[in-house]
């Protein structure tokens, strides 16, 4: 069985830009969630998805959004970038989103701005 | 600030010496898991514990959830350098959809 994956692995943007990020799960997989990783404040939430409906958001500015489609293939999208948003990017699925199920972190996305 | 605190932050021991990862909470979660990091990739599950008390152990690894499910621990017995790595401990509750993260605690087995 594949493992989850995420496109690109690194990219390189300037301030003011936008990227979009792609997550696809396992196969079978309904639930995909998004963390962003830095050295300095660790992992935090994002948002969760389930059947195209996001069921929970983290703390974050209406710059970062995702979506999900029918395929259960998400994608993120952060607008007019700022250097704080530079970042690993990580997206993690499970069958359902709950408690006890496993999450599988796919190798995430290297963002860098400049 | 992190609703999980992880301690030690860095911990750097000799092959064959036993290490112990605290992860501690004011706030009660329906489940802890614990995942291992390596560089350039994502985090891999390493256990989930659900029960409040319960401890699990895998081979060299015992994990152990607090009477209350508020903290947990893991201890590695006689560590080699394989077990080199990020340790992340994070917590879920039932309906929420989400992991909250400790901040890690970076472990190195020097051979």
């Known amino acids: 069985k594949a493992g989850v994956t995420q496109t690109p692995r690194y990219l390189i943007k300037t301030r003011g830009q936008q990227v979009t990020l792609s997550c696809s799960p396992i196969?079978?997989?309904?639930?995909v969630s998004w963390y962003q990783q830095t050295p300095g404040q660790g992992l935090q939430f994002l948002f969760e998805y389930f059947s195209e409906t996001q069921r929970n958001k983290g703390n974050f500015p209406g710059r970062f959004s995702g979506r999900q489609f029918s395929n259960s293939r998400s994608e993120m999208n952060v607008s007019t970038l700022e250097l704080g948003d530079s970042a690993l990017y990580l997206c993690?699925?499970?069958?359902?989103?709950?408690?006890?199920?496993?999450?599988?972190f796919g190798p995430g996305t290297r963002l860098l701005v400049l | 600030t992190q609703l999980l605190e992880q301690s030690p932050q860095f911990l750097s021991i000799q092959e064959g010496e036993n290490l112990t990862v605290y992860c501690n909470s004011s706030s009660v979660f329906s489940s802890l898991q614990w995942y291992r990091q390596e560089p350039g990739e994502g985090p891999v599950l390493l256990v989930t514990v659900v029960t409040g008390g319960e401890v699990k152990k895998l081979k060299r690894l015992t994990f152990q959830f607090g009477d209350a499910r508020k903290d947990s621990s893991l201890h590695i017995t006689a560590a080699q350098p394989g077990d080199t790595g990020l340790y992340l401990c994070a917590g879920a509750r039932s309906n929420d959809y989400k992991l909250s993260f400790g901040a890690g605690t970076t472990v190195t087995v020097r051979a």
């Open positions: 196969s079978g997989h309904r639930s």
């Open positions: 993690a699925s499970s069958l359902g989103g709950g408690y006890q199920e496993t999450q599988y």
